[in-house]
């Protein structure tokens, strides 16, 4: 059920749908559809994460507000033009939706692929370590999806040392974060960012111990790591 015919981005999130879904696109005559989904946190906070799944999987399923999905997937990015600009949009792409499993941490991804650009290392008021990672994951017919990554403390400190083309793999979880973007000097726009909180790191040439299949396996449905809420309370743009 886990297996994924690319390894190397693998996500898997459990929650309760927020918004109907709507069309979005086509591909070779099968239809794609988006609904946000509310992925609860141990804190109850929660993470509204963007969510696109093909016609083919929801044919015979009522997924309307209010119904919680467990899907399994991949989180992916695409260009999008908004207001004459072209923006990086992240979505988790179901490649399959489980009915049935017991469901202990439902938020999980696992990635690895190459740093695209060097990554931005800084503290916050309250002397907290980030790093800023973005990331390109291989997929197939050459193409790449682009994924931003916050890492925290000793993660954070490794990663500020990181390289342009060094290859990386990560664990964690998808989050979305609000922040306030001035667009005029009366106008302030509150927007969505959505990113991987990153809870393990390492550098592939350096190591060969970060077996991603595992990793996912553990990680995904039987063990909860540590809740990171208290990254998002301290982090500061």
Same mark, same amino acid.
């Given at each position: 059920?886990?297996? &994924? ?6 996500? #898997?999130? +459990? ?17 794609f559809y988006e609904m946000n989904? &509310? ?7 929660? !993470?509204? /994460? ?6 083919? /999987? ?6 309307? @507000? ?23 949009? /992240?979505? @988790? ?14 938020? $999980? ?24 990672? &973005? ?8 193409? +790449? !999806?682009?994924?931003?990554c916050i890492a925290w403390g ?9 390289? @342009? ?25 509150? /927007? ?5 909180? @990153? ?10 111990? #970060? !077996?991603?299949?595992?990793? #996912? ?5 039987? #063990? ?9 309370? &301290?982090? $500061?743009?």
């Open positions: 059920m886990y297996s &994924l015919t690319e390894k190397n981005n693998k996500a #898997f999130i +459990s929650g309760e749908i927020v918004t109907q879904a709507e069309f979005s696109h086509e591909v070779y005559g099968e239809g989904v &509310l992925v609860k946190r141990l804190s109850g906070q929660g !993470d509204v /994460l963007p969510v696109t799944v093909s016609e083919r /999987l929801i044919a015979d399923k009522d997924l309307k @507000v209010g119904v919680t999905i467990n899907a399994l997937g991949q989180f992916r990015s695409y260009n999008k033009l908004v207001d004459g600009k072209s923006k990086l949009m /992240l979505t @988790v792409f179901v490649r399959e939706l489980i009915e049935d499993c017991t469901v202990k941490n439902p938020n $999980s991804i696992v990635l690895s692929g190459y740093i695209c650009k060097p990554p931005v290392y800084r503290t916050t008021p309250f002397n907290r370590e980030i790093a800023d990672i &973005l990331i390109a994951v291989n997929r197939s017919y050459n193409k +790449s !999806d682009y994924i931003p000793r993660n954070a400190r490794f990663a500020k040392n990181l390289c @342009v083309g060094e290859k990386i793999a990560i664990s964690g979880r998808i989050q979305s974060r609000e922040y306030t973007k001035k667009i005029s000097d009366d106008l302030v726009k509150t /927007l969505t960012a959505f990113e991987v909180s @990153v809870s393990k790191l390492t550098a592939l040439s350096s190591s060969e111990d #970060f !077996d991603l299949d595992a990793e #996912f396996e553990q990680d995904s449905i039987y #063990f909860y790591k540590q809740d990171e809420d208290f990254a998002e309370k &301290l982090y $500061s743009d």
